[in-house]
């Protein structure tokens, strides 16, 4: 299989169209425009926005199944064996698709997406959730998708409208005044950690985006998480015999959940979602998240939340989504 190969062959596929590698053969007019019969075009995005949905419900779930994997083991237990349990289940698939390793010119790309999706965001959040709690650390990563919008256009060079950065400032002004009120007066150790998380999966999002221009989505993460087995590995054999250990249906629960569904499955369907109905559709559909994770945190934690907390997600959700309809 030459999955990776059809999106490399030439500069003059576009990539920015909904439809992309994995929906099948495109047909092609004579000056290489692709044309989509209605029909199918409707089908596809019904597909794409089913799929990115479905990517937005797992990610909601990592945060709670983070705490539960906690109650049972050490923080960096937790990273490193879902990193690992992932990179076995993508390794897998890499093989039995037979997909060609990656040209020289993506793997400074892919060790990006390494340090901040499959080893910065995990580490740094399960740290977080030693101190917070799950509802907390929702509305402060529901900052995550307005991250990754900015980094993108610092990375890429372009230039969002002005609506677009007063909504980002706003929407910044009440993360940080939320995360304040919430530990009384300054930030906290565990605050200090989320906003970090923020940087690195923003900046592992930003560039596996641009990755995903290249090759396919699912490849990106599948080999951003093979690259980091050395480390996970060599790491999670250390935490293991360093740190306390006990197998409740919840820890283990918790950890297959983050490595199958959050680490690799998840991004499975996030990205084929992105591929048919485009970034920007896809993450709106994430603006949703928060909340979701925030209920989650209720039904599975059984934790209370802050009186605060759900009018600051939907603040934040609000101005996130004036960002992504805001032209620029």
């Excluded at 999955?3 to 992309?20: M, R």
């Excluded at 560039?207 to 290249?214: K, P, S, V």
């Excluded at 709106?284 to 059984?302: E, H, I, M, N, R």
Aim: hydrophobic content about 55%.
């Amino acid at each position: 299989m030459r999955a990776n190969d059809s999106a490399t062959a030439s500069d003059a596929i576009a990539v920015d169209t909904p439809s992309a590698a994995g929906q099948g053969a495109p047909h092609l007019a004579a000056a290489g425009t692709r044309t989509v019969a209605p029909t199918a075009h409707g089908s596809v995005a019904t597909r794409g926005v089913l799929l990115a949905a479905l990517g937005v419900a797992a990610f909601s779930l990592t945060l709670p199944a983070t705490s539960w994997a906690l109650e049972g083991m050490g923080p960096w237990t937790v990273v490193m064996l879902r990193s690992v349990l992932a990179a076995t289940l993508a390794g897998c698939a890499l093989a039995v698709f037979r997909v060609r390793v990656p040209e020289r010119r993506h793997w400074a790309g892919i060790a990006v997406v390494t340090g901040g999706v499959v080893l910065g965001f995990p580490l740094l959040t399960t740290l977080a959730l030693e101190t917070s709690t799950t509802s907390h650390a929702a509305v402060v990563i529901g900052l995550l998708p307005l991250a990754t919008a900015a980094g993108s256009a610092l990375r890429t060079g372009a230039r969002p409208s002005r609506t677009f950065w007063i909504a980002s400032l706003i929407g910044a002004v009440v993360v940080i005044g939320f995360a304040v009120q919430q530990s009384g007066g300054a930030p906290s150790h565990g605050d200090l950690l989320l906003f970090a998380a923020l940087l690195v999966c923003a900046a592992g999002y930003t560039e596996g985006g641009r990755l995903a221009r290249h090759m396919p989505g699912w490849q990106v993460i599948g080999w951003a998480l093979v690259l980091a087995l050395p480390v996970t590995v060599a790491g999670a054999a250390v935490a293991l015999s360093t740190e306390p250990l006990r197998l409740t249906a919840h820890a283990v629960g918790g950890l297959l959940w983050l490595a199958f569904g959050s680490q690799f499955l998840g991004m499975v369907v996030w990205y084929r979602g992105m591929a048919a109905i485009g970034i920007a559709k896809a993450s709106q559909l994430q603006l949703a998240q928060p909340l979701l994770t925030l209920v989650w945190s209720v039904l599975l934690l059984g934790e209370r939340l802050p009186p605060a907390a759900p009018a600051a997600a939907l603040a934040v959700l609000a101005c996130i989504a004036v960002t992504q309809r805001a032209r620029g």
